[in-house]
C-alpha cells in the first residue's frame, strides 16, 4: 500500500462568496497539474481535514478540500448562534460545489468521501453527472430517513443504557421525533441548553462506535474542538431532521444516472451507524460499481479498507 503520503501544505487557498452571505472555505495542494481530486467531508458539519490529503499522492493529483456552509473555515460559523441556517441545505451545498468547480477551473473531477459526504457526493453527482471522472465512497450513506431512524433509534438496541441516556434528555412529548428536538435545542440562543445537546448528542455518536473492530483512541464526537462540536450538532441534527431535503429513496433510485462512472463503494461490515445494506442497495442500482465489505471493519474503517482506498486511488490517478 502507497499510502500515507506526505501532507503537504496547500499552494493556494481562499473564500468563495456562494451567497446568501456564505463563504466557502478552499484549499488546493499538490500538483497544478495533476488529476483534480475533491475530497467531501461527513458530519454534516464536521469540516475537511489536512488528514486527507495523505491519501493522495501529490505528484499526481490536485487535490481540493473545502469546509461546507456554515463549519471549519468557512463564514459565517455556525457556532455563532446568530448564524442562521435557513440557506444550509443539500441543495445548496450541492451549488457550493458546482461554483468551487467552475471557481477552480476543473474540467471533470474524481470526488473522495464517506459518511454524510457520500451522501453529498451522490447527491452532486447526479445533478452533474457530466463533471465527475470516479468516485470512491467509503461507510456509505444516503440519509434515508430510515437510515436516521435506524441510527438514532433502532441502533439503541445495543446500546440500550445510552439510548435511554439519549432519551432521557428529551421531554416525553417530543420523544416522537428525537432528532427534531435535538436540532431545536442545538439552535437555541439559550447557551447552557445547546451546550447539553451538543453534549449530548456527542455521546450517543460516540456510544454507537463502542462495537468498532478497531476502537478509536479518543472519543471522535465529543473529543472535537467546542466550535467543531457544536458545528456538526447543529449542522447534522437540522439536515437529519429535513431528512437531507431529500426524497426518501431518491440518491439510490437515481444511481442509474451514474452509469459509466467508475465507482468504488467500501463498507464495513460491523458499521452500526451506517449499516451494510445501503452500500448494497446502491450497488444494486449503479451500474457497474464495485462494492467491497470487510469484515475487518466498523464505520470508522480498518485496515482492509484502508488499503482497498489506496488501490482505487492508485488506480484512478493513472486514468
Known amino acids: 500500500m502507497p499510502a500515507p503520503y506526505p501532507i503537504l501544505e496547500p499552494y493556494d487557498q481562499g473564500l468563495l462568496d456562494v451567497g446568501d452571505g456564505n463563504r466557502v472555505h478552499w484549499e ?34 490536485r487535490l481540493i ?34 461554483k468551487l468547480r467552475e471557481h477552480l477551473g476543473v474540467e471533470r473531477w474524481l470526488l473522495f468521501g464517506g459518511s454524510w459526504g457520500s451522501t453529498l457526493i451522490l447527491a452532486y453527482a447526479q445533478a ?10 467509503a461507510g456509505v450513506t444516503t440519509t434515508r430517513r430510515s ?26 412529548g417530543e420523544r416522537d421525533d428525537l432528532v427534531a428536538a435535538y436540532a431545536r435545542r442545538a439552535s437555541s440562543t439559550d447557551l447552557a441548553v445547546r451546550d447539553k445537546a451538543v453534549a449530548d448528542w456527542c455521546a450517543w455518536e460516540d456510544a454507537v ?14 473529543g472535537r474542538p467546542e466550535a467543531g462540536r457544536i458545528s456538526l450538532v447543529r449542522i447534522a441534527s437540522h439536515y437529519f431532521a429535513h431528512g437531507a431535503w431529500l426524497e426518501e429513496g431518491e440518491l439510490v433510485r437515481g444511481a442509474g444516472t451514474l452509469a459509466g462512472i467508475p465507482g468504488v463503494l ?34 470508522m474503517g480498518g485496515t482492509g479498507m484502508g488499503e482497498a482506498m489506496a488501490e482505487a486511488l492508485e488506480r484512478f490517478a493513472g486514468q
Open 128 to 137: 452533474f453527472p457530466e463533471r465527475v471522472s470516479e468516485i470512491v465512497l
Open 266 to 299: 467500501l463498507q464495513g461490515r460491523h458499521d452500526l451507524g451506517g449499516p451494510p445494506h445501503t452500500a448494497w442497495e446502491l450497488a444494486q442500482s449503479w451500474p457497474g460499481a464495485e462494492l467491497r465489505i470487510f469484515d475487518d471493519s466498523g464505520h
Open 147 to 172: 437510515e436516521i431512524a435506524w441510527l438514532y433509534g433502532g441502533a439503541g438496541r445495543f446500546f440500550p443504557e445510552a439510548h435511554a441516556r439519549f432519551r432521557a434528555e428529551i421531554p416525553e
Open 65 to 98: 478540500l473545502f469546509d461546507q456552509r456554515g463549519c471549519g473555515r468557512s463564514t459565517p460559523h455556525v457556532a455563532d448562534p446568530a448564524t442562521s441556517l435557513e440557506h444550509n441545505t443539500t441543495h445548496h451545498l450541492v451549488a457550493d460545489m458546482e
Open 28 to 61: 488546493v495542494s499538490g500538483n497544478p497539474d495533476g488529476k483534480p481530486a475533491l475530497v467531501v467531508h461527513g458530519g454534516p458539519g464536521s469540516g475537511s481535514s489536512p488528514r486527507n490529503r495523505k491519501l493522495f499522492d501529490p505528484d499526481r493529483y
Open 209 to 222: 462506535l463502542g462495537l468498532e473492530p478497531v476502537k478509536p483512541s479518543t472519543a471522535p464526537y465529543a
